[in-house]
T-cell receptor, first 116, second 115 residues
C-alpha cells in the first residue's frame, strides 16, 4: 500500500535554530500534501496545504514566515520551523493523498520536536 | 467551518465487550467521513471511510461505522474488542466544497482494553 515517510521521527533543537522536517511519498505521486500539528490532549490541527510547484496555503493563525513549506516535487514536501521557540515543541504529522479519485490520506509517522 | 466532536475521551473495556465510539460533525453539505487509529508508538492508520452508498461501512479488523445523515453522526462499532484494539481513535471529516482536501479531526478517543 501507499507509504508516506517522514523524517526525522524525533528532533531536539535549541531556541533560535531552524529545523527541517521531510515528508516523502514513497510509491505514489502526491500533488498535495498536508501538514498537521498535534498539541497535547488535543486534536490534530491542519497547519497548511502544500501543493507541488506552488505556494502553500496556510490555515488561519499559522505564521507562514515561521513555518516554511516547500513542495518541490511530486514526492517531497518539507516543513521548516524557523527560529524555533519552546512553544513550537509539538508533534508534527504530514499526510499525502494519491492523485486518483476518492483516495484516502496516508500519514507519515510524525516528528516529535522539542525546543530547549 | 466544520467541526468534529468525539464524546468520549477515554473508554475502558474488558475483552469481548462491545464497542461504540461516538462521532458527530457539524457541516450541512456533503461530507466524506473517516476513522483513523493510532496504536501505541505507531502512526495514524486508516480504519475505514465513507464516501457514498451504503451508510454502513466495514473496515479492517472487524470494525464498522454507520453514517446517519439526519444525526450528523458516524459512530464506530466493534462487536467484541480485543486487547490489541487498545489505541487512540480519531474521527475525521472532509467537507466537500469547503476546501477539497481539508480534513477536520475530532480530539480522539483513547480505548483501553483490559485482558
Amino acid at each position: 500500500g501507499a507509504v508516506v515517510s517522514q523524517h526525522p521521527s524525533r528532533v531536539i533543537c535549541k531556541s533560535g535554530t531552524s529545523v527541517k522536517i521531510e515528508c516523502r511519498s514513497l510509491d505514489f505521486q502526491a500533488t498535495t500534501m498536508f501538514w498537521y500539528r498535534q498539541f497535547p490532549k488535543q486534536s490534530l490541527m491542519l497547519m497548511a496545504t502544500s501543493n507541488e510547484g506552488s505556494k502553500a496555503t496556510y490555515e488561519q493563525g499559522v505564521e507562514k514566515d515561521k513555518f516554511l513549506i516547500n513542495h518541490a516535487s511530486l514526492t517531497l514536501s518539507t516543513l521548516t520551523v524557523t527560529s524555533a521557540h519552546p512553544e513550537d515543541s509539538s508533534f508534527y504529522i504530514c499526510s499525502a493523498r494519491e492523485g486518483r479519485k476518492n483516495s484516502p490520506l496516508h500519514f507519515g509517522n510524525g516528528t516529535r520536536l522539542t525546543v530547549t | 467551518a466544520q467541526s468534529v466532536s468525539q464524546h468520549n475521551h477515554h473508554v475502558i473495556l474488558s475483552e469481548a465487550a462491545s464497542l461504540e465510539l461516538g462521532c458527530n460533525y457539524s457541516y450541512g453539505g456533503t461530507v466524506n467521513l473517516f476513522w483513523y487509529v493510532q496504536y501505541p508508538g505507531q502512526h495514524l492508520q486508516l480504519l475505514l471511510k465513507y464516501f457514498s452508498g451504503d451508510p454502513l461501512v466495514k473496515g479492517i479488523k472487524g470494525f464498522e461505522a454507520e453514517f446517519i445523515k439526519s444525526k450528523f453522526s458516524f459512530n464506530l462499532r466493534k462487536p467484541s474488542v480485543q486487547w490489541s484494539d487498545t489505541a487512540e481513535y480519531f474521527c475525521a471529516v472532509n467537507a466537500l466544497g469547503a476546501g477539497s482536501y481539508q480534513l477536520t479531526f475530532g480530539k480522539g478517543t483513547k480505548l483501553s482494553v483490559i485482558p
